[in-house]
T-cell receptor, first 114, second 114 residues
Framework: AQSVTQLGSHVSVSEGALVLLRCNYS??????LFWYVQYPNQGLQLLLK??????LVKGINGFEAEFKKSETSFHLTKPSAHMSDAAEYFC????????????FGTGTRLQVTL | KAGVTQTPRYLIKTRGQQVTLSCSPI?????VSWYQQTPGQGLQFLFE???????NKGNFPGRFSGRQFSNSRSEMNVSTLELGDSALYLC?????????????FGQGTRLTVV
């Protein structure tokens, strides 16, 4: 079964600093990969998705992620953190074919400090 | 375009009772998935409905069931509630729920079992 691993349950950065949230996937074939953000007491909002069209994917709010097959990684980055980026971030994978299930990582809580 | 609507937002139930949660997907979306989110287990897939048929099912006991109506609205039912069923239940809608298609999440229903 496909899965994703998020390294670091908590990440703290200063405002204006680089944000790097790590996600590694396990799959024998390139899967569909997604990054979601969740604010307190809210649902999940899609930041970006990898669909094999391009390895560098740009998303909303200045986030981007790079798919690296050799490293089985799909890390999320943002050049300059803003206080409003404080939230929980989830990496997710969906099987290829007709399967609809999203399998989520354990999440990374991002704290942004002044 | 209206988003995914989940009702109610909050519920408090007693052990042994049953509960029904509702999800109205985005207009035109035919796939509705349900997820359970808890601090201990994270986000776990419950089941997915497509065109009124359950297409995928996660590893939850039979106390968890669902259905989808002809207008794509979906309900999830949990019978004989246990304390461990306390969680945020999230509904996600997508066009067809496969591959790269985005899943749009509702704000969730927070169920507390006492």
């Amino acid at each position: 079964a496909q899965s994703v691993t998020q390294l670091g349950s908590h990440v703290s950065v200063s405002e204006g600093a680089l944000v790097l949230l790590r996600c590694n996937y396990s799959s024998s074939v390139p899967p569909y990969l997604f990054w979601y953000v969740q604010y307190p007491n809210q649902g999940l909002q899609l930041l970006l998705k990898y669909t094999s069209a391009a390895t560098l994917v740009k998303g909303i709010n200045g986030f981007e992620a790079e798919f690296k097959k050799s490293e089985t990684s799909f890390h999320l980055t943002k050049p300059s953190a803003h206080m409003s980026d404080a939230a929980e971030y989830f990496c997710a994978v969906r099987n290829t074919g007709t399967a609809s299930k999203l399998t989520f990582g354990t999440g990374t809580r991002l704290q942004v400090t002044l | 375009k209206a988003g995914v609507t989940q009702t109610p937002r909050y519920l408090i139930k007693t052990r042994g009772q049953q509960v029904t949660l509702s999800c109205s997907p985005i207009s035109g979306h035919r796939s509705v998935s349900w997820y359970q989110q808890t601090p201990g287990q994270g986000l776990q897939f419950l089941f997915e409905y497509f065109s009124e048929t359950q297409r995928n099912k996660g590893n939850f006991p039979g106390r968890f069931s669902g259905r989808q109506f002809s207008n794509s609205r979906s309900e999830m039912n949990v019978s004989t509630l246990e304390l461990g069923d306390s969680a945020l239940y999230l509904c996600a809608s997508s066009l067809d729920g496969t591959g790269e298609t985005e899943a749009f999440f509702g704000q969730g229903t927070r169920l507390t079992v006492v």
